[in-house]
């Protein structure tokens, strides 16, 4: 693939992913969706008969599930500025996204599985591949293998400095990340989910492309005949808060997503269609 269309994604994906030309279904009038300012995702209401899918053999499940949010519940750019449309969201997580127009929809996909790795001290999989094709890899990072853009693609070089501080390293590591990497490449990097009824906490609904979106799902339930129902966060452009979905084409259930009504799967700012459910 010729490199000028790797650089050419690169500046593509800086500026118009996640653009609010987005497909956006209208909500249905006349039903207020209130959050009642839980501490958690763990704590988020159930509709009756439904209870947690517990995934034991995933801790980044459980790590979700544990998010806690801000008590503020109003969504901020990175600038400080308050988000235009309030009115798509239920909650906000409380996350740190730094005060750079870095943090948008595949980059707090992306944030969530990083920012759980590394309170693992899972660093060998805190990888990512860039829109050019290359890896970014936290454990080259930390070997002091740094990244440039040459010519399309990334050129790694060395500059043999110590590490002092690993929170540190990671906060710079990840700015590089967010820089390089989009819904292109992490749809490239993530496995199509083809059972749609498999689907757990810390997958993602993801369309790469530029435009593209992505969301993760952040906690699955069900019911003693196998309805799953789940819940979904993102992130968007400029940079912002990550938050919690409302549902508006169902409102009686939201912030809940049913299972069983998608494809597509309308969420307030893009619509998915099959195939686009994956996994890291």
């Known amino acids: 693939m010729p490199t000028c269309f790797y650089l050419l994604s690169m500046l593509l994906y800086a500026f118009i992913s996640c653009t609010d030309d987005a497909k956006i279904p209208e909500p249905i009038p006349g039903i207020e969706l209130k959050n009642n300012l839980v501490k958690n995702i763990r704590g988020i209401s159930l509709p009756q008969g439904f209870s947690y899918v517990d995934d034991h053999d995933s801790s980044y499940a459980a790590w979700l599930l544990d998010l806690k949010f801000k008590q503020d519940n109003r969504v901020y750019l990175y600038n400080g500025d308050l988000k235009s449309n309030q009115d798509i969201h239920y909650s906000v997580l409380d996350i740190p996204i730094g005060k750079k127009d870095l943090l948008q929809c595949a980059d707090a996909a992306i944030k ?13 999989q805190i990888r990512f591949t860039a829109t050019s094709g290359d890896e970014i890899a936290f454990n080259g990072w ?4 740094r990244w440039k853009e040459k010519n399309g693609r990334l050129v790694s070089y060395n500059i043999h400095a110590p590490v002092i501080n690993i929170q540190d390293e990671y906060s710079a590591f990840m700015e590089i990340v967010f820089s390089y990497c989009g819904t292109y490449s992490l749809s490239n990097q993530l496995k199509t989910v083809y059972d749609e009824d498999s689907i757990k906490a810390g ?10 979106h992505a969301v993760t799902v952040m906690a699955v339930a069900k019911n003693k005949v196998e309805q799953r129902i789940f819940l979904l966060s993102q992130g968007y452009m400029p940079a912002q808060d990550i938050h919690i979905l409302k549902n508006l084409s169902n409102p009686q259930v939201s912030p809940w997503f049913k299972l069983s009504e998608i494809y597509p799967l309308y969420t307030p700012q893009w619509q998915f269609e099959k195939g686009s459910l994956k996994r890291w």
């Not at 997958?203 to 492309?209: A, K």
């Open 112 to 124: 969530l599985r990083a920012d759980h790795l590394i309170e693992k001290h899972r660093y060998d």
């Open 142 to 145: 930390l070997k002091g293998t």
């Open 203 to 212: 997958d993602i609904f993801i369309e790469g492309g530029f435009p593209g």
